[in-house]
């Protein structure tokens, strides 16, 4: 769940305002007995979670006492994920879900924090919670002497509107409290050493005359950032906001940074360049197992619903989504494995300290306008190249034919993010650039889908040679497939000729 607050500090005499006027009409303040909470924070000697905005703590109390704070793209916003379990054993699920800042590191209890929460519940005229405001007096222990206390007021967002954490907020402080940065409980019980900075080294802002070192250490640190991002949203499995998937996102973040140090790998160490490339390409394949999956029982659906008029057989349809399902769960257990793995703790080790110290090139500092367009010029005359090559793959058989479209795919990825990692610093062109071969890298992914698509149809269908239904089925699933191959190859000549125009290719040397 996504956990929306605003917090806001207050002394000793602060008195709570009277917030029914901030309700909607019929609305009521719902006060519920002060409740004592002790909450144990776990972390590691270096306070690596504490130090990104993440915590795993154990609350006595709470009918699922371990919870999981994971920091979303919106400050404010966090992720929530509560299971049960006994002090002092913290489950293998809230564990793996930290691992992207722990790196495989043990976490052991950090700080103890015992809170006196007064909460109310602001309710609309029909009962709905919309926001709940918390009153606490929080104590942190040393041991068993007191070590800090102090007061704080949590506004949370429940069924209500964002306006009514604004209206709230305007009411506190308004009666004296000050609202501050969001700063958890126990790092200010932690105290210095949890405020400074995480072990993830953020890209920062360029600045208005970068050198190539600039702009490649940015990407690096972009890609990187993108990871591990994403590492958390997999293992719950969740989809994301847009509906996409954090299987393909993080999958795409692999082969953005794989494709980064490709492109620049002139400006950097090419033994650090190889190492990162290798075991970024393991788990991409890995992820891409799952993603395959993923893509194939969406195209399913979709592919025998194209045609209202003309409908296949449900049933022989069920029995092909069947089988891939159980082609995605067992892809997802290798995931899990995976990414639970000794491997690929020693993976966030590299990607962070790539991160964190990129082993950058002297030759890196001449200015980026000198340097980057040529090693974007690279991938982009392979692109093109292809681009011409595809025009004659109607003559040849149509496995020869697909392979080489694949090829253009791959080469249009490469182009893509070269051309996006400079677009900042070169400007308009690059831009405009970028987003015509987004469009370019579309058609070129549904072709891709579409092929693999229809020999996967067929090829199940194969498994069962008696089942004459899922046969006829699988057959016009193919035929709807080619369908779509022949619309791409029909679009692609115009798509390419707007991102080969002169205007938006002639920063490239």
Same mark, same amino acid.
């Given at each position: ?9 207050? %002394? %000793? ?109 602001? +309710?609309?005229?029909? /009962? +709905? ?40 907020? /305007? ?113 991409? /394949? ?34 092909? %989504? ?115 071969? /987004? ?71």
């Amino acid at each position: 769940m996504i956990e929306e607050e605003r917090k806001f500090a207050a %002394d %000793d005499a602060f008195q709570l305002p009277d917030l029914i006027d901030r309700l909607p009409a019929g609305g009521t303040v719902v006060s519920a007995p002060p409740a004592t909470l002790t909450a144990t924070y776990y972390d590691t000697p270096d306070l690596r979670l504490a130090r990104a905005g993440v915590s795993l703590r154990h609350r006595k109390g709470d009918s699922a006492p371990w919870t999981v704070k994971l920091p979303a793209a919106v400050p404010g916003l966090r992720h929530e994920v509560s299971r049960k379990g006994r002090a002092g054993n913290p489950p293998a699920e809230l564990l793996a879900l930290v691992t992207a800042w722990s790196r495989g590191e043990a976490l052991a209890p950090a700080a103890k924090i015992q809170t006196v929460r007064h909460a109310y519940d602001l +309710t609309d005229a029909e /009962g +709905t919670v919309l926001a709940e405001v918390a009153d606490d007096a929080v104590t942190v222990f040393d041991g068993k002497a007191v070590r800090m206390a102090f007061r704080e007021i949590e506004v949370e967002r429940k069924a209500g509107e964002r306006g009514l954490l604004e209206a709230v907020a /305007g009411a506190l402080t308004g009666a004296g409290a000050t609202e501050g940065e969001f700063t958890p409980k126990h790092v200010r019980a932690l105290g210095a050493a949890a405020a400074l900075p995480p072990d993830l080294t953020p890209p920062g802002d360029l600045p208005d005359q970068p050198s190539a070192a600039d702009v490649v250490v940015a990407a690096v640190r972009s890609g990187v950032g993108r990871i591990l991002a994403h590492d958390p949203l997999v293992r719950l499995g969740q989809p994301l906001d847009d509906g996409d998937t954090a299987v393909h996102q993080m999958r795409v973040g692999c082969r953005r940074l794989r494709s980064d140090l490709r492109t620049f790998a002139a400006l950097l160490d090419r033994e650090w360049v190889g190492r990162i490339r290798d075991e970024l390409r393991w788990i991409a /394949g890995v992820l891409g197992e799952a993603r395959d999956a993923e893509v194939l029982r969406e195209r399913l659906q979709h592919t025998a619903n194209a045609d209202p008029l003309c409908p296949v057989d449900p049933a022989a349809v069920a029995r092909l %989504d069947e089988a891939l399902d159980a082609r995605q769960r067992q892809a997802l257990a290798n995931v899990d494995e995976a990414l639970r793995s000794p491997r690929y703790h020693a993976l966030l080790d590299l990607l962070v300290d790539a991160a964190r110290e990129p082993q950058v090139s002297s030759t890196a500092a001449q200015p980026a306008l000198r340097l980057l367009p040529r090693m974007v010029a690279k991938p982009w005359r392979r692109l093109a190249y292809g681009a011409k090559g595809v025009d004659g793959a109607a003559d040849l058989d149509p496995l020869a034919a697909d392979e080489r479209w694949h090829a253009v795919r791959i080469n249009g990825k490469r182009a893509r993010y070269a051309v996006d990692a400079v677009s900042s610093v070169i400007g308009g062109p690059a831009a405009k650039l970028a987003k015509a071969l /987004g469009k370019v890298q579309n058609l070129l992914g549904e072709h891709q889908d579409a092929a693999v698509a229809a020999d996967t149809w067929v090829a199940l269908a194969a498994e069962t040679p008696g089942d004459t239904d899922l046969a006829v089925v699988a057959g016009r699933l193919y035929e709807r497939e080619r369908a779509s191959i022949r619309a791409v190859r029909a679009a692609f000549p115009e798509a390419w000729a707007v991102a080969a125009e002169p205007t938006r290719t002639r920063w490239l040397p």
